[in-house]
């Protein structure tokens, strides 16, 4: 009815709203919620990767102080469903993840039994004291190995480990090699990484007898997944469960999933009628929350004599762990990272393979940069490879194959349309940014000393917003794709929004606030928002994927239109003018140019909720509330590149970053602080699987990395400060303009250290085809390329 | 990540704690600092039937000057350790190491006698104190005992400390006139324990002719390594990049170090010898500067 107020907010460098109670220690968590009678729950833990579970003993645990009850997979098989995630698409195989081991456990750290007892201390004496035979089975820890036709078996019922397979070919590839001047084939390796947020999983639960709910208090990201989730596995209609989300110490993607812990601890509350607390150690997540990364790819890319990238091959295989994680299914790293492979480039052909394969080890699903990382660090090296090959500057290699911003919506030869991206216009900023040239003349006056100085550049493309259209292409049919929110002015004229979305520390108090108060002329003091919370919060998908400011968000701004018009109708009727002379601003709703002519968004609500004190417009329902379930355009894409220096001591292999550049477009920004904030995190995250962080196991599949000391998170010491070149290309037709931007950091902060390590050892004739690149790692890749060059 | 049941007590007294030690037994563990301890503990790595908390005992603290030697009481937190003048003064080599333990966080509760009788393999501690000679002064029932650094490392996690012992200070030797010293290392990340580092001194004449040297590395094997070999490569001449070249062979030569998650044997070995061809040179300058 009315064209939206100009933005005030929106773009403005706002602070948190919910930093004060979160900084203050105020914010309610996980572990603050304390319910009467609560009691603990601790998981005895399969200490074998691959096992029989022949018997449990639990008696001498039952006998102990303060020990309530033992409840072992034999038994929870009885009344809970295993987890399974679904698909559509032939190749697909379900697994079935029990909420305790039984028969047989299929990794370290699978929870067997559960111990409820009064206290955390008195769970973990009785863990000691439960008793399990185990009969070992030959374990297998490695995708490759797992895909042999005499591999060891994880699901019987299936004829293999590989639990997904795809293939794929735009039918140019094969001719874009033949007709390639340079073709490079090589093997690249990614570590098993972890997300590490601060707080763990956790789950409180508790049952109420008298109207057969259950209430369930869980880090999550994803309360309406988890409720669904959780729904099916306790044979229970979702009405019956109510999730709440409380304050979240990061999530990173493993939140979003649903998880056997869940499930046993909402049974446990249920059967034994008091309320039940787990929350999750480290040692615990370092083995158990959904882990990420592991690749292996060969890949092939052809180019063209000055450095044009022509075409890519490429087979993936990806180590997705013991399950299909729900609701995304093991199809979600393998199918993300083949999708995203051709990027930013104008690509002729490109095809690929693509597997996600069972093995003895935790479970893979979402992490920040989900499949992205991966695939974009695969390009990344093989333009770098390309552009040594040719001789010809990294950049201008990217420059010549990048699609051209006048050619978007660009539909790349992975069959993946993106919206609107200025690739080039992106790497000419952080170019221009970090003095590109100069950066390279200082490398080469650096010479070839005991420091050797890399320069790394990463372009890439990020989904983000996906809508159901991708989740149906995609066949992950149980991730309803689309979000949803409520505006609602109180009566006494404070707005209040609900939304499907989760925030884990992105912020969302802050920006939804900003958009709101936008949209309907009101100070951001006087909006709140709520999330987290099913039985107040609108259906939706919840946070991940980079979505909720284009999901949420644009279900948010249509709600709010709703209202406003509503709000313009009513306040026309008081004021005797038409609602098109109505501006609405701070709050005011006045007669365009007549500022005394007004009445307040509070005087506008008290009518709506008390008709009788004054009269409706005809036709006009009391109330000022609307809700929006918006399911937007399949994506859509950011896009960036990133620029980093680094210092390499070939002869210790350490490795310093002296300068990060991140160029970042991710349309028009809501908050740019949160922007910068997000893309300090994510590079952290991106420089921590470039350099420090790696799973890793034993050949009989135990982790060796199950505490901090040995799982590195980069902390501040290692970190570079991050300077960010802000361009913003807003999607055409957007409801808002927003593209989501949580990712980039990530996707593009490995593969830009990896570009730079690899620029500083090339004098070596030192190659870089894996990540981490720990100090023994590159230690190692010189003395070989030393050796192998004393003997050419 | 919850200790296993235990009985805590906390002394107030040497007499006390002894007693104590000797009413548990094996059974007993002293709670110093609590930053190894802890961690164990939460792991259920060890479990101890009595905690004995140092940290109420009076005397077990204090930095002090004796002739030619530092006297640093095993109480004494590594942060005050780090921040002492005297220290910084004295016993530069240690003043230099004391950054590289763990964090600001760590060192503020962790104290030098708790690292020391931790032993980390990995430690900067045990290679200071094991370059330095220092002596450990332990004590039990039966009295104070002297143990000579060389035979205090034992093992693995292992000093020569009985169980019912208590180590209640460590003397350090002052640095001598126109004398240099190092410690470097190289760790994953800033604060992790060494991967290899090394702890140099070098003493000079008054022509910068080397009078003495010392090499201890710590990450190569169960308790901190004294080159010995190496620093008679550097004895009698003057400092030069040849001569540290030779000490760092022959320090990667002799050791036999083991391969873990974060570093190989041969990164060990060989990065050992890199890392001593660069403690030697720094301390080499720093004496020189010293003679100056
Ligand atoms: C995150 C982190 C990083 C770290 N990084 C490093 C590092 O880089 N380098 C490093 O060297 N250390 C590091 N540490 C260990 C730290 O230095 C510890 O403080 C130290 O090892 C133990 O000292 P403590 O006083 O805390 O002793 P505690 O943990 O209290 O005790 C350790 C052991 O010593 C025994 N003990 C303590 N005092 C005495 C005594 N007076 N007599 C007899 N026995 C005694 C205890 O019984 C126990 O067995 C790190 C620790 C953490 C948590």
């Known amino acids: ?792 | 990540m919850k200790p296993p049941p235990f009985e805590y007590f906390a002394p107030a007294s040497v007499k006390e704690t002894l007693d104590l030690l000797r009413e548990h037994g094996d059974q007993a563990k002293l709670l110093a600092g609590g930053q190894s301890l802890v961690p164990m503990l939460n792991f259920r790595l060890v479990r101890p039937g009595a905690l004995i908390d140092l940290n109420g005992v009076p005397g077990l603290d204090g930095i002090r000057e004796e002739p030619g030697m530092l006297r640093i009481g095993a109480m004494t937190r590594q942060r005050a350790v780090e921040r002492s003048a005297v220290v910084r003064e004295r016993c530069p080599l240690l003043a230099e190491a004391m950054p590289q333990i763990g964090h600001v966080q760590i060192r503020n509760r962790g104290t030098i006698g708790g690292s020391l009788v931790h032993a980390d393999p990995a430690a900067e501690l045990p290679a200071v104190v094991a370059a330095l000679g220092g002596e450990l002064i332990v004590r039990g029932a039966a009295g104070e005992r002297t143990i000579a650094a060389a035979d205090f490392f034992v093992g693995y996690l292992t000093t020569a400390v009985a169980a019912d012992e208590l180590l209640v200070a460590v003397r350090l030797p002052v640095a001598p006139p126109r004398a240099g010293h190092a410690f470097v290392e190289v760790s994953r990340r800033h604060g992790d324990f060494a991967l290899v580092g090394v702890a140099v001194t070098v003493t000079l004449d008054g022509s910068g002719v080397c009078t003495s040297a010392a090499i201890a590395v710590t990450g190569v094997g169960p308790a901190p390594v004294v080159a010995a070999d190496a620093v008679a490569a550097l004895v009698g001449q003057r400092p030069a990049t040849t001569a540290f070249e030779e000490a760092a062979r022959r320090v990667s030569a002799q050791l036999e170090p083991h391969s873990d998650l974060h570093a190989s044997a041969e990164y060990r070995k060989q990065v050992g010898g890199v890392l001593t061809r660069r403690a030697l040179a720094l301390a080499s300058e720093r004496a020189a500067g010293a003679s100056r």
């Not at chain 1, 794709?481 to 209040?496: I, L």
């Not at chain 1, 039985?535 to 644009?554: D, K, L, Q």
């Not at chain 1, 009513?570 to 609602?579: D, K, P, R, S, Y």
């Not at chain 1, 005809?618 to 399911?631: C, F, I, N, S």
């Open chain 1, 1 to 792: 009815m009315s064209m939206a107020p100009a933005r005030k907010y929106v773009s403005a460098r706002i602070k948190r709203v919910e930093d004060p109670p979160l900084l203050m220690g105020k914010a309610r968590y996980l572990s603050d919620i304390t319910l009467g009678g609560m009691l603990t729950v601790g998981f005895v833990r399969s200490p074998h990767a691959h096992a029989r579970i022949v018997r449990i003993d639990a008696r001498a645990a039952l006998a102990m102080p303060g020990v309530e009850a033992v409840l072992t997979g034999e038994q929870v098989r009885a009344f809970t469903q295993p987890i399974r995630a679904e698909m559509s698409g032939a190749s697909y195989r379900s697994t079935d993840w029990a909420a305790l081991a039984w028969p047989k456990a299929r990794f370290v750290g699978e929870p067997v039994a559960a111990v409820v007892a009064s206290d955390r201390y008195r769970v973990e004496d009785a863990l000691d004291a439960v008793v399990v035979e185990y009969e070992p089975l030959p374990p297998v820890v490695d995708a490759e190995a797992a895909m042999t036709a005499d591999a060891p078996r994880l699901h019987e019922q299936h004829p293999d480990n590989i639990i997904i397979q795809a293939r794929y070919d735009n039918g140019e590839t094969d001719r874009a090699f033949a007709d390639a001047a340079i073709t490079l084939r090589t093997t690249f390796r990614h570590g098993r990484c972890t997300s590490a947020p601060m707080e763990g999983r956790g789950v409180v639960a508790s049952w109420d007898a008298a109207d057969g709910t259950l209430t369930v208090w869980a880090s999550t990201q994803a309360p309406h997944f988890t409720r669904a989730g959780l729904a099916a596995a306790l044979d229970l209609p979702e009405s019956r469960i109510r999730v709440i989300a409380p304050a979240i110490g990061g999530g990173f993607g493993p939140k979003m999933h649903v998880y056997p812990e869940d499930v046993t601890v909402c049974a446990l509350a249920r059967r034994l009628g008091r309320p039940v607390k787990w929350l999750e150690d480290r040692r615990e997540n370092l083995l158990t929350s959904a882990q990420a990364r592991e690749f292996v790819a060969q890949a092939e890319v052809a180019a063209d004599r000055d450095g044009t990238i022509l075409a890519f091959r490429a087979t993936f295989i990806c180590d997705v762990g013991a399950y299909s994680v729900y609701p995304t299914t093991a199809a979600l790293e393998p199918m993300t990272a083949a999708g995203i492979m051709p990027g930013p480039y104008r690509l002729r052909g490109y095809s690929y393979e693509a597997y996600g394969v069972a093995t003895n080890k935790c479970p893979t699903g979402a992490y920040r940069g989900v499949g992205m990382a991966f695939a974009t660090f695969v390009r990344e090296r093989l333009v770098d490879m390309v552009a040594a090959a040719c001789a010809v500057d990294p950049a201008d290699v990217r420059r010549r194959s990048f699609f051209a911003q006048k050619d978007t919506p660009y539909t790349t030869a992975s069959g993946i349309i993106v919206d609107s991206a200025d690739p080039a216009g992106s790497l000419a900023s952080v170019l221009d940014a970090a003095g590109y040239d100069g950066l390279r003349a200082e490398q080469r006056a650096a010479g070839n000393g005991r420091l050797r100085r890399g320069i790394g550049l990463c372009a890439y493309t990020e989904f983000t917003g996906m809508g159901s259209g991708t989740f149906r292409r995609r066949g992950m049919t149980q991730v309803s794709g689309y979000d949803a929110a409520t505006v609602r002015v109180e009566p006494t004229g404070e707005v209040r929004a609900f939304l499907s979305a989760a925030s884990q520390g992105q912020g969302h108090a802050t920006t939804f606030a900003q958009v709101l108060a936008d949209e309907l002329g009101v100070p951001l003091a006087a909006v709140t928002i709520i999330e987290g919370d099913t039985e107040r919060c609108p259906h939706g998908s919840g946070s991940f994927a980079s979505r909720s400011m284009v999901v949420s968000g644009g279900a948010l701004i249509l709600a709010a239109r709703k209202v406003r018009d509503k709000t313009l109708t009513i306040a026309a009727h008081m004021l005797e003018a038409a609602a098109t002379d109505l501006v609405i601003d701070d709050g005011r709703i006045a007669v365009r140019g007549m500022a005394s002519r007004a009445v307040t968004l509070a005087d506008v609500a008290r009518l709506a909720y008390r008709p009788a004190s004054g009269t409706l417009p005809p036709g006009v329902d009391p109330a000022l509330e609307a809700t929006h379930h918006y399911d937007p355009p399949p994506a859509t894409f950011s896009n960036g590149t990133h620029l980093a220096v680094v210092d390499v001591d070939i002869e210790t292999g350490e490795v310093r970053i002296v300068r990060y550049v991140v160029g970042e477009d991710c349309g028009t920004m809501v908050n740019p602080m949160i922007v910068e904030g997000q893309l300090h995190g994510a590079v952290a995250q991106g420089i921590g699987n470039a350099l420090y962080e790696r799973i890793v196991h034993d050949d009989g599949g135990q982790p060796l990395t199950t505490s901090f000391m040995d799982y590195l998170l980069p902390t501040t010491m290692e970190l570079p400060s991050v300077e960010v070149v802000h361009s913003e290309t807003p999607p055409p037709g957007s409801v808002s303009g927003f593209k989501g931007m949580a990712e980039g950091g990530t996707i593009g902060a490995a593969s830009a250290v990896a570009n730079a390590v690899a620029d500083a050892l090339a004098p070596l004739g030192v190659e870089v085809r894996e990540l981490p690149l720990a100090p023994d790692v590159l230690h190692r890749l010189i003395a070989r390329a030393a050796r192998d060059g004393t003997r050419a």
